[in-house]
């Protein structure tokens, strides 16, 4: 038997509607997102997922989600066959791969900590399916820093170091952006994002990329601070490369 | 291998009696055995360090480890801190009150006192050199005149010893800290945190897991009518349906079926009528009021009345508003024979492995409760019900069984800060001093010491009365950063500015005229400075306010400048001064500082949990507005305790001034008085 579900998550609570929002966001804190529907959400294309607003740039995504029975899919330069396309993408990462460093945190695309990178754009996996990014590649937390000291040492081999990491998360733990850590890798995921659109990115630039995810223990100024590094460092490092490759020419 | 290992009593990590708090509430855990192992030091020089405390965002893992580190010379790198796994560490009643941590901290500093000098004692022996000779230094214990001449401890520990903690083992002092107090000190679990290897309770998953849906009421208090399973349990990969102490829930092969499974599940509910709704909330606490117990009493209020030249009154308002950690809720039970392993976000692994031993009527030696990373807690993951569930789900289905909550779950069914109403009078001289103070604080919750904390006023009124009510509570409620003082703080504070502003002084220069006490003077002193305080009016149309508290025996004053742009209140800085004596972590104590600042920002604008007959409107995030990054004001924090003051909590004093402070800024910019929280719901 196949159940057809609705799109958006089986943990959307969608049983406790309230009668009328008290609390609707400042116009300024939507404004990202309501310039991403406007221009068909290239300015911003992690600010795409607000339940009703908008949903996800990414075509693949929208309206009906088609149902492929066994969806091909690479996941941390891993190919994967999922054995259900209209499995939540956030439940297949967490649950199957049991790539945990992805997290739950409100499942309806509000919160930020599901975030993960789906051919290089960040995307609220909790809001997808495995059928909507078939065929796509997926980089999760665990995926981002490719260095070989990390693999071992998150399979319990040997400590992992600074060194070791990518420097958005390099970042994050110099300037101690954290406290429970939770919403932290969705966080990091979609600086990952930003840097990757806009290297240089103003502090006005990060709030607007930011403003979707919660960071509950308040972390908020030390993140800024963070990705301001981070965008830092890797121009520092572009430069630094490119510099290299000039020389060796 | 072998282990020099380092025991002592356990009970010494509990909060202070003197609230009772911990006690009244907790009262249902008590130690299984007296002593335990603090501290292991290893052949190989290791150093492992255990606590009965958990982490949940406060950074202890690395708070314990550098006090640890820096008594026994030895790099932090080098010690490992064990927390909140029953069947590893010392009992604890829970990790609440920031004095708690404190004591821990201390009972570990003995005990790696204790380890240092039976080192040396061992060196002593090995050497042929007296004591007075050695010292101990990076891991290793070196003759003060000849450097040449020295014995790792990896190499003194020959056998397996043990040793008792020694009260007169000599603690460093703080001058002879070499990485205690550093700035940089990096935390032991970053890299893991930012790699995603981190395991909080919602990522543990053992082989063979069950995924349960549980089936809620719609509201509080609902009786279930009528139920229908039959589609539910036609589902495929539905495994199970269980029924365990009242509560039905699905168990299936994945989260989503269980989902699903329960979606389509079919209950019919008794909902009671008249259940109060939020609007009901002012009258109620007042009218229910009960149990009123005077927490401060000083001089003759009439005659303090009389003295007046005028009476100012005024009554708070304070909604509900729910925790929000970033982590729902999660628990895993597994069975083992008839032993039991559970894994659960809470804060009192004790506690509830006490609670699961009465419940299946067993010894508490075979059941472990293991507390692995929290998602935030704020004092709110005390009560972890749904780790009974899962104990009961999983001994009826024969696997391990995870139990995890949605937003929305998470929401209503733990327990939100206390709404509260306070009523204060107070009288003043025609010179403007203060004579009367009397204030009457109204708190919804079981137990009246939800209100009591902070209700003291610091301020020299002469005459006095501080009174503390009890009132009936429609939600669930329960701890919170800090708990009821940052509710009584805003109403005190808010009304001294209120006092100041009509008898025409200056919100700081009117505080201090009524402050003894130089720790709150110094902290007020030191945020107005940092701040540049020049009083409410700022220009172009800012407000600035300032106010000030105490909490878990930290003093704090915190000055707030903010724009009113019609219903939205931009909070544009904030400086801070805390005085919470010695700080064993500079870095750990400022982000805890500027989270509570964070947080209490939450409060003072826009949250406000809403309800209406039993049910909770706003569980999600879709319709709970909490601070974002673009609501996070500058923060400049500035420590200005003493170091000789033994160290108190720096994680929940944050919160208590905010809200008045921006009560104030909004006054400043606008000229309205806001008494009433969250204060963006009263712009027009
Ligand atoms: S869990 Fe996906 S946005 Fe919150
Ligand atoms: S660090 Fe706890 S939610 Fe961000």
Same mark, same amino acid.
């Given at each position: 038997? +196949? ?12 049983? !406790? ?34 339940? =009703? ?51 739950? =945190?409100? =499942? ?16 609220? +996996? ?16 665990? =995926? ?44 990091? !995921? ?47 490092? +572009? ?9 060796? +020419? | ?15 202070? @009696? ?51 580190? /820096? ?48 080192? &040396? ?36 520990? *020959? ?50 897991? &069950? ?23 036609? &589902? ?21 079926? $269980? ?10 509910? /008794? ?15 007042? *009218? ?38 970033? *982590? ?23 506690? #509830? ?40 789900? $999983? ?43 009397? @204030? ?56 001294? /500015? ?6 025409? %002084? ?30 409410? %009016? ?40 805390? /005085?919470?004596? #010695? ?21 003072? &604008? ?79």
């Amino acid at each position: 038997m +196949s159940l057809s579900k609705p799109f958006g998550g089986v943990y959307a609570d969608h049983g !406790m509607r309230g009668n009328g929002r008290q609390d609707i966001p400042p116009a300024e804190m939507m404004a990202p997102v309501r310039r991403a529907i406007a221009d068909g959400g290239r300015a911003s294309p992690d600010l795409v997922v607000s339940r =009703g607003v908008a949903q996800c740039t990414c075509s693949r995504a929208i309206g009906e989600v088609p149902v492929p029975t066994s969806p091909v899919l690479v996941v941390n330069g891993v190919e994967r066959q999922a054995s259900r396309g209209d499995r939540n993408l956030l439940s297949y990462l967490r649950f199957d791969l049991r790539l945990t460093g992805t997290k739950y =945190g409100c =499942g309806e695309g509000l919160c930020g900590a599901c975030t993960v990178l789906v051919d290089g754009q960040p995307l609220r +996996s909790c809001m997808t399916t495995v059928g909507a990014v078939a065929g796509g590649e997926v980089t999760t937390i665990e =995926g981002i820093a490719t260095h070989d000291a990390l693999a071992a040492a998150a399979a319990g081999e040997g400590v992992a170091t600074l060194d070791d990491l990518h420097p958005v998360q390099r970042a994050f733990v110099e300037e101690q952006a954290m406290q429970c850590g939770y919403c932290i890798p969705g966080f990091i !995921m979609s600086t990952v994002g930003l840097l990757k659109r806009e290297p240089e990115p103003s502090p006005a630039q990060v709030r607007e990329a930011l403003v979707e995810h919660v960071c509950r223990c308040g972390a908020y100024q030390r993140i800024e601070r963070a990705v301001l590094r981070a965008a830092e460092e890797m121009s520092v490092r +572009s430069e630094r490369n490119t510099g290299s490759e000039g020389d060796a +020419s | 291998m072998r282990r020099l290992s380092i025991v002592g009593d356990v009970t010494v990590g509990f909060p202070a @009696s003197r609230t009772g708090y911990g006690q009244a509430t907790y009262g249902n855990t008590a130690p299984q055995t007296q002593r335990a192992t603090w501290i292991i030091v290893d052949g190989t020089g290791r150093v492992t360090a255990f606590a009965g405390k958990v982490e949940y965002g406060q950074n202890i893992r690395t708070g314990l480890a550098v006090e640890v580190a /820096d008594e026994l010379r030895v790099s932090m790198a080098s010690v490992e801190v064990v927390l909140g796994d029953t069947a590893r560490v010392p009992w604890d009643m829970g990790t609440f009150g920031s004095q708690s941590t404190a004591r821990v901290g201390w009972q570990l500093r003995k005990a790696a006192a204790t380890a240092r000098e039976a080192l &040396l004692a061992m060196a002593a022996d090995r050497l042929d050199l007296p004591v007075e000779d050695l010292e101990a230094r990076d891991g290793a214990v070196v003759s003060r005149h000849d450097r040449s001449r020295s014995i790792p401890y990896a190499d003194l520990i *020959e056998a397996d010893q043990e040793r008792e903690i020694a009260d007169h083992a000599q603690v460093t002092r703080r001058a002879d800290f070499t990485q205690m107090g550093q700035s940089h000190l990096r935390r032991l679990d970053g890299i893991d945190r930012v790699t995603g290897a981190a395991r909080y309770s919602q990522d543990i998953l053992p082989e063979d897991v &069950l995924y349960a849906a549980i089936l809620h009421p719609p509201t509080y208090g609902a009786t279930l009518r009528t139920i229908d399973l039959a589609a539910s349990e036609a &589902l495929p990969g539905v495994v199970q349906v269980v029924e365990e102490g009242g509560i039905f829930a699905i168990l299936a092969e994945d989260d989503e079926t $269980a989902a699903l499974a329960a979606r389509i599940a079919r209950l019919e509910w /008794d909902i009671p009528q008249g259940q109060p709704s939020r609007w009901d909330m002012p009258a109620l606490l007042v *009218e229910s009021g009960q149990d009123g117990y005077s927490t401060q009493e000083a001089g003759d209020l009439d005659a303090g009345f009389k003295q007046a030249d005028e009476v100012i009154e005024a009554t708070y308002y304070i909604p509900y508003i729910a925790p929000m950690p970033m *982590e729902p809720r999660a628990a895993v039970a597994a069975w083992e024979g008839d032993s039991l392993t559970v894994w659960a976000g809470t804060q009192r692994p004790f506690g #509830l492995r006490a609670e699961l031993a009465s419940i299946f009527g067993m010894e508490e030696s075979r059941i472990r409760v293991i507390a692995p990373e929290i998602g935030g807690g704020f004092g709110a993951k005390s009560p972890y019900g749904l780790a009974h569930d899962a104990a009961r789900f $999983a001994k009826a289905a024969g696997r391990p069984v995870r139990v995890a909550y949605t937003r929305a779950e998470e929401t209503m069914w733990s327990n939100f800060r206390p709404a509260a109403l306070i009523r204060i009078r107070a009288g003043v001289a025609s010179d403007g001093r203060l004579v009367a103070w009397d @204030s009457h604080a109204y708190h919804a919750g079981e137990r009246v010491m939800i209100g009591r904390r902070g209700s003291e006023t610091p301020y020299d009124a002469g005459n006095i009365r501080s009174m503390v009510y009890r009132s009936d509570s429609p939600l669930p409620s329960g701890s919170y950063r800090s708990l009821g003082a940052a509710v009584n703080h805003f109403a005190r504070e808010v009304h001294m /500015d209120d006092i100041a502003a009509r008898v025409g %002084r200056d919100p700081v220069e009117y505080r201090l005229a009524h402050l003894t006490e130089p720790r709150f003077r110094r902290v007020l002193e030191a945020a107005a400075d940092d701040f540049g305080w020049s009083g409410p %009016r700022l220009p172009d149309g800012r407000g600035a306010g300032i106010a000030l508290g105490i909490d878990v025996g930290s003093y704090v004053a915190t000055a707030a400048e903010v724009s009113v742009n019609g219903r939205e209140v931009r909070v544009h800085r904030v400086s801070a001064a805390l /005085d919470c004596g #010695l700080v064993v972590n500079p870095e750990g104590a400022a982000n805890q500082m500027e989270g509570a600042i964070v947080m209490g920002l939450g409060g003072a &604008l826009f949250e406000a949990s809403d309800f209406e007959a039993g049910r909770v409107l706003n569980p999600t995030f879709a319709r709970y507005r909490v601070p974002r990054i673009v609501d996070a004001p500058r923060i400049d924090l500035r420590f200005v305790g003493d170091d000789e003051t033994p160290s108190t909590g720096a994680g929940e004093p944050g919160i208590v001034p905010i809200a008045a402070a921006v009560s104030g800024a909004v006054f400043g910019a606008t000229g309205v008085r806001h008494r009433e929280l969250p204060i963006q719901r009263y712009l027009d």
